[in-house]
């Protein structure tokens, strides 16, 4: 059986969920109707972009190349920023949807 992650999403926006360790965030928060939400899948629009809370970094995979590529664009000033679409759960987090004005 796989590990179980705590996702939380800050405030009383949504109840925390438990997932999968690895598990595709895209699909499993949209039929949840989470507060995160999503554009392409596929790492190019930023619509999924998000902050996990800091000391939480280890509970998410290393950013990918999509992130990798796209973050430094979108939220320079945001070191704790994922795309939500690429990032795969391995453990507790928290995370937010990243608004950028
Ligand atoms: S949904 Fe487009 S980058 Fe994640």
Same mark, same amino acid.
């Given at each position: 059986m796989p590990k179980q992650c705590k996702i939380s999403f800050g405030g009383d926006t949504h109840p925390p969920m438990q997932v999968d360790e690895g598990s595709n965030l895209s699909e499993i928060l949209d039929i949840a109707n989470s507060p995160i939400l999503f554009g392409c899948? +596929? #790492?190019? &629009? #930023? +619509? &999924?972009l998000i902050n996990v809370d800091? #000391? /939480? /970094? /280890? #509970?998410a995979s290393p950013r990918n190349e999509e992130e990798q590529a796209l973050i430094p664009i979108?939220?320079?000033?945001?070191?704790?920023?994922?795309?939500a679409c690429q990032m795969r759960p391995q453990g507790d987090l928290t995370i937010r949807p990243l608004r950028l004005e």
């Open positions: 899948r +596929t #790492g190019i &629009c #930023g +619509t &999924c800091a #000391g /939480e /970094e /280890e #509970g979108l939220a320079p000033d945001h070191p704790h920023a994922r795309l």
